[in-house]
């Protein structure tokens, strides 16, 4: 794995398995891994059909808040390999510094067409 990337995940249902394998816990959800700041996230349940014999698992949208760098502060982070001792920033002092925000949906949808547009 990587430790430098941050992840969130959001269980949609947990079951317990017996018929494959040796009895065990499975966790169903989605799942978001970055490079960047995670800043938040949050989860919606999404519907669910129970008179649908193909919608027989909880789905949900997980929305992530990701703060991604902007230039400057990428150049902030490098050192300063130009060799003269400076602190590089006299030309770009004027660019934001602030992250740029991502907001970033995923989901899994149904295995049924029918619960796939509702």
């Known amino acids: 794995g990587r430790e430098d990337m941050e992840f969130v995940y959001k269980p949609a249902q947990m079951f317990e398995e017996r018929s494959q394998g040796p009895f065990h816990t499975v966790h ?9 700041r995670i800043e ?3 989860a919606l349940s999404l519907f669910l059909d129970r008179s649908d014999p193909s919608d027989y698992h909880q789905r ?24 003269d001792g ?8 004027s660019q934001s510094t602030t ?3 991502l907001h970033f949906l995923t989901t899994h949808l149904s295995l049924s067409e029918r619960a796939r547009w509702k």
């Not at 989605?30 to 960047?36: A, E, L, Q, T």
């Not at 992530?64 to 760098?69: D, E």
């Open 60 to 83: 949900l949208c997980l929305h992530t808040t990701i703060l991604i760098p902007t230039q400057q502060e990428e150049n902030d982070n490098d050192d300063d390999d130009d060799g």
């Open 40 to 42: 938040s996230s949050s």
């Open 28 to 36: 169903e959800g989605v799942g978001v891994m970055s490079r960047f």
């Open 99 to 101: 992250p740029k925000k």
């Open 86 to 93: 400076g602190d590089d920033d006299s030309a770009s002092s």
